[in-house]
């Protein structure tokens, strides 16, 4: 009976522990305004002083996507904002250089739509690929 009960007790653990996290990742998502699917959390930077990050997350997208941006360039925002911590990032680990050269490809190939979110000392670039419904999220907060 009591062996029952531990089981139960860790299982009804794991399911709410399981459904915070995704409800965080959909949190970190939220601009996207649309049904996101398949996140995954690529790369969590080393945390910094105060609330310092820089994370990518992927995802895809289940309905119609409607990135409206007043932002007209995208190469000159990723050069900007986000190039250089890539940089120094992905000289620590490899996965994430592979990870840089992949989202680099795309976006010499032209084929993201993007959407660019600044909140309170946060940026985000929403990059989104509409033939392989593959999504990239980096955030950067300082």
């Known amino acids: 009976m ?19 996290f995704d409800q965080n990742n959909r949190n970190e ?4 305004g649309t049904h996101v699917q398949n996140i995954k959390l690529e ?12 994370d990518i997350y992927s995802y895809s997208l289940d309905g119609e996507v409607n990135f409206n941006n007043e932002y007209a360039n ?3 925002i990723y050069q900007q904002e986000f190039r250089n911590i890539l940089n120094t990032e992905s000289k620590k680990n490899l ?21 660019y979110v600044v909140l309170k000392g946060t940026k985000k670039l929403y990059l989104y690929d509409t033939v392989s ?10």
């Open 29 to 32: 998502l939220s601009e996207l």
């Open 2 to 20: 009591k062996k029952s009960i531990i089981l139960i007790l860790i299982l009804v653990t794991c399911i709410f522990a399981f459904n915070h």
């Open 43 to 54: 790369y969590k930077s080393k945390r910094g002083f105060g609330n310092d990050r820089f």
């Open 133 to 142: 419904n593959k999504g990239y999220c980096l955030i950067l907060t300082i």
């Open 74 to 76: 995208l190469e000159e």
């Open 95 to 115: 996965e994430l250089k592979e990870k840089q050269n992949q989202i680099e490809n795309l976006l010499k190939e032209k084929r993201f739509i993007y959407k």
